[in-house]
């Protein structure tokens, strides 16, 4: 895994051409800036009403100091989630663990091909970890912190754009095809174009 300071980085070896199709998606300035926001506060209202409605977890001890921490944290988990579900799990070049200063942007990014599984399952992991699970978990456990239900809430608005990407590649991108990024776009490939296997240099351990 490498650290980077900025926008996610083009890997100008990749040639987003030939078998290549670029996915149906919207621009990514509209997803950041325009359908993110609703998204955002649509799945954080529902997570709230989930822990309303169906555990006993208060606010009541809940601080502004102890939620600033508890966010900042949040983001790397967070991040650290998409990490571990790349093919390398985070042990190879090839794994960008990204933040862009001027847009106050975290992000985790793979820089070679996968499968389509596996680019969804990199894409919804942070929601089902972080959101889903521990609803569940608060409902048949009775834990009732503070921290369980901000954690709930933060990270299902922190996953608007994990949630839109994912549905857009489940609609826009045919079973078992191949999947690759280029900064911020995708493109695709049928499975039976198998992508190149990268070479042993390109994914050694980093450190």
């Not at 799945?43 to 100091?65: G, H, Q």
């Not at 983001?75 to 794994?95: A, I, N, Q």
Request: aromatic residues 12%; proline residues 7%.
């Amino acid at each position: 895994m490498r650290l980077h300071f900025g926008s996610i980085p083009e890997n100008t070896e990749f040639q987003a051409s030939g078998d290549w199709v670029a996915a149906r998606e919207p621009p990514a300035w509209l997803v950041q800036w325009v359908l993110s926001v609703p998204v955002s506060i649509l799945l954080a209202l529902l997570a709230a009403m989930f822990i309303i409605r169906y555990t006993k977890i208060s606010s009541e001890d809940l601080s502004l100091a102890g939620l600033l921490l508890l966010s900042f944290v949040l983001v790397v988990v967070h991040e650290l989630v998409h990490v571990v579900t790349h093919p390398d799990r985070g042990m190879s070049r090839r794994t960008i663990l990204g933040f862009w200063p001027s847009r106050l942007v975290f992000f985790a990014h793979y820089d070679g091909p996968r499968t389509k599984s596996n680019f969804l399952l990199c894409l919804i992991a942070p929601f089902l970890v972080l959101t889903v699970a521990p609803l569940i978990a608060s409902t048949t456990a009775s834990w009732d912190s503070w921290v369980i239900g901000t954690v709930m809430i933060l990270n299902a608005a922190l996953s608007s754009i994990d949630v839109l990407g994912f549905f857009f590649v489940l609609v826009g991108v045919p079973g078992g095809a191949w999947v690759q990024n280029r900064g911020w776009h995708t493109y695709w490939k049928h499975p039976h174009n198998k992508p190149l296997q990268p070479s042993a240099r390109e994914d050694a351990p980093s450190g």
